[in-house]
T-cell receptor
């Protein structure tokens, strides 16, 4: 079984709809992240959470919100989807004990969600 | 302002030869650098990392070199294999901040 799972894997929706993307992990990691990938733009950070009570905006948080329901679950919401939010969305996790000044804070990614907003 | 730059969007290499992927950065505070590999329809997977106190790290066919004075790192793959064809992302971090990724380089290894 995959350590980091994302649901749904594919989603087509219409402009103005509210969408939630979900991420679950069994790695026991404290930290979780949401990224989007667009052609030619690489991976851009949307939000991240270093523990259940910690939520931080990333580079491109406008139009998005997140919820950290538990250590293992981190969901991303698009309150009112627009076409330029069409992208690949990735969830990732990392181990705080390895990241806090003691290592590279390697992130482990889920398989991604392909979102299309019409 | 892009802190991690991969200036080559794509690279083609013959099977068996060396692949060299380059990455430049602007933030002198970065203390760890990582390379990720991504196949289509999959999430990125960690490949290799290097601390800023080192200048080389090797793992099998993969070696990462770091030149701090030039703010430059490179990933060498020797010998290149068709299965290495993927998009490679360079990433960096400092302190307790999240990773910052480059835009990626698509490597094609031709048999």
């Amino acid at each position: 079984d995959a350590d980091v799972t994302q649901t749904p894997r594919n989603r087509i929706t219409k402009t103005g709809k509210r969408i939630m993307l979900e991420c679950s992990q069994t790695k026991g990691h404290d930290r979780m992240y949401w990224y989007r990938q667009d052609p030619g733009l690489g991976l851009r950070l949307i939000y991240y959470s270093f523990d259940v009570k910690d939520i931080n905006k990333g580079e491109i948080s406008d139009g998005y919100s997140v919820s950290r329901q538990a250590q293992a679950k981190f969901s991303l919401s698009l309150e009112s989807a627009i076409p330029n939010q069409t992208a690949l969305y990735f969830c990732a996790t990392s181990d705080a004990s390895r990241g806090a000044g003691g290592g590279p804070d390697t992130q482990y990614f889920g398989p991604g969600t392909r979102l299309t907003v019409l | 302002d892009q802190q991690v730059k991969q200036n080559s969007p794509s690279l083609s290499v013959q099977e068996g030869r060396i692949s060299i992927l380059n990455c430049d950065y602007t933030n002198s505070m970065f203390d760890y650098f990582l390379w990720y590999k991504k196949y289509p329809a999959e999430g990125p997977t960690f490949l290799i990392s290097i601390s800023s106190i080192k200048d080389k790290n090797e793992d099998g066919r993969f070696t990462v070199f770091l030149n701090k004075s030039a703010k430059h790192l490179s990933l060498h793959i020797v010998p290149s294999q068709p299965g290495d064809s993927a998009v490679y992302f360079c990433a960096a971090r400092w302190g307790n901040t999240p990773l910052v990724f480059g835009k990626g380089t698509r490597l094609s290894v031709i048999a």
